[in-house]
């Protein structure tokens, strides 16, 4: 299977080149890789370009954006120039963070996921950070959700749900709609990525209730906001970002802000999620 993988940059200088030289040493290699190296104040661009003039399936974009570092948004736009510079042959893609170090059969084990059902939509492994001198799985997230520093899309699956949107929630509603259109989505906990840098490390204050907001755009309603916000609050071990999380989505809900999916699939969301609940629940 070819695979393409789209890596969003912004001075990146201390931890691309690990990124990259992991990537040059998987065992099934990718047909093509694209940095978007997005406004960059650092020497990321050299050091791109130190892989470029020795990989010819690596390539680099320059993006010019906004400075401010806000989730979902500004990575997304990143991604999407590097998109636009590859064409569409290819059997599934990847947007991968740089600041990730994959285990070289990384991507030889996520084929094998693609190719054993052809209704797998999406396939990932599991971000570890680093703890006193350990490695320790990122612990963030349900097992069964795909972080969004690693995705991998089939390219059937990554049209129907068209695409990434450019908004904080994007890495949440990719597997949402993946699930509405009866695509499967996958974990595989034996694949250990090294995550170099703490999730939401470079988030402006301007960031903090965004999480809430993207709640509301999810179609979630304000109850199961209410519960998904105090466990992520509490995963993090900030029990007040819960506070921050539901005033962002009384604002998202006040200023009428367009959700990130139609009615029918907010409904199916709200459904699938109460599911979710009573399954841990009982």
């Given at each position: 299977m070819k695979y393409y993988i789209v890596i969003?940059?912004?001075?990146?200088?201390?931890?691309?080149?690990?990124?990259?030289?992991?990537?040059?040493?998987?065992?099934?290699?990718?047909?093509?890789?694209?940095?978007?190296?997005?406004?960059?104040?650092?020497?990321?661009?050299?050091?791109?370009?130190?892989?470029?003039?020795?990989?010819?399936?690596i390539s680099l974009v320059n993006k010019t954006s906004d400075a401010i570092h806000l989730p979902g948004s500004k990575v997304i736009q990143a991604f999407?120039?590097?998109?636009?510079?590859?064409?569409?042959?290819?059997?599934?893609?990847?947007?991968?963070?740089?600041?990730?170090?994959?285990?070289?059969?990384?991507f030889e084990t996520i084929i094998k996921h693609f190719k054993?059902?052809?209704?797998?939509?999406?396939?990932?492994?599991?971000?570890?950070?680093?703890?006193?001198?350990?490695w320790v799985l990122e612990n963030l997230t349900d097992k069964d959700h795909i972080r969004g520093a690693l995705?991998?899309?089939?390219?059937?699956?990554?049209?129907?749900?068209?695409?990434?949107?450019?908004?904080?929630?994007?890495?949440?509603?990719?597997?949402?709609?993946?699930?509405f259109y009866n695509w499967k989505?996958?974990?595989?906990?034996?694949?250990?990525v090294k995550h170099l840098k703490t999730t939401g490390a470079n988030y402006n204050k301007t960031a903090?209730?965004?999480?809430?907001?993207?709640?509301?755009s999810l179609g979630y309603g304000f109850w199961i906001t209410a519960i998904a916000s105090l466990k992520l609050a509490m995963l993090k071990k900030k029990p007040f970002l819960f506070i921050d999380y539901i005033k962002g989505f009384w604002k998202a809900k006040s200023s009428k802000k367009p959700l990130l999916v139609t009615e029918e699939q907010a409904k199916f969301i709200r459904n699938y999620r109460l599911q979710k609940m009573k399954e841990k629940l009982f």
């Open positions: 969003p940059s912004h001075n990146e200088e201390s931890l691309i080149s690990l990124t990259l030289q992991s990537l040059v040493e998987q065992t099934v290699l990718p047909t093509k890789i694209v940095v978007v190296n997005d406004n960059s104040t650092d020497n990321t661009e050299e050091i791109v370009n130190s892989f470029v003039s020795k990989y010819s399936f999407q120039k590097g998109l636009e510079t590859l064409d569409e042959n290819y059997d599934f893609i990847v947007k991968a963070d740089a600041d990730l170090i994959f285990p070289n059969n990384y054993s059902n052809e209704r797998i939509g999406m396939a990932g492994g599991f971000c570890y950070i680093e703890k006193n001198g350990d995705k991998a899309y089939r390219k059937e699956t990554f049209k129907q749900i068209g695409g990434l949107k450019p908004e904080m929630g994007w890495d949440t509603v990719d597997e949402l709609l993946c699930k989505v996958v974990t595989d906990e034996s694949l250990h903090r209730y965004k999480q809430g907001e993207a709640f509301y």
